[in-house]
């Protein structure tokens, strides 16, 4: 059975750093697109970064743009986000995801993914 994993929840203040990581078991990342989706309470779920097969492609939404970087490395099997400047607003529950289809670029839109993990709680207190 193929499964997500994130970890690196945490609390922290407005302005502090945290750093989300994504593992597999039973599935490589390795020509698949990944991204990163969050749901706070009461929201819709939303992409918040997306990287690209071959990791020359991004993608992230105006509300976390410059303050965000997702990275990848196929070695390891693993996925990052690197998450700076964090502002109360950015609390919600993460979720790494994988595309559906394979050899895609930066995923802009949830309809996209097809496997997505538990989820990892990042709170931001003011």
């Known amino acids: 059975q193929v499964q997500l994993v994130e970890s690196g929840a945490g609390s922290v203040q407005a302005g502090g750093s945290l750093r989300l990581s994504c593992g597999a078991s039973g599935r490589t990342f390795s020509g698949f697109a990944m991204g990163w989706l969050r749901q706070a309470p009461g929201k819709e779920r939303e992409l918040v970064a997306g990287i690209g097969w071959t990791g020359d492609t991004t993608y992230y939404p105006d509300s976390v743009k410059g303050r965000f970087t997702i990275s990848r490395d196929d070695i390891n099997n693993a996925v990052y986000l690197e998450m700076n400047s964090l502002k109360p607003e950015d609390t919600a529950v993460y979720y790494c995801?994988?595309?559906?289809?394979?050899?895609?670029?930066?995923?802009?839109?949830?309809?996209?993914?097809?496997?997505w993990g538990q989820g990892t709680q990042v709170t931001v207190s003011s």
């Open positions: 995801a994988a595309a559906a289809a394979k050899y895609g670029s930066s995923p802009r839109a949830l309809e996209e993914f097809g496997l």
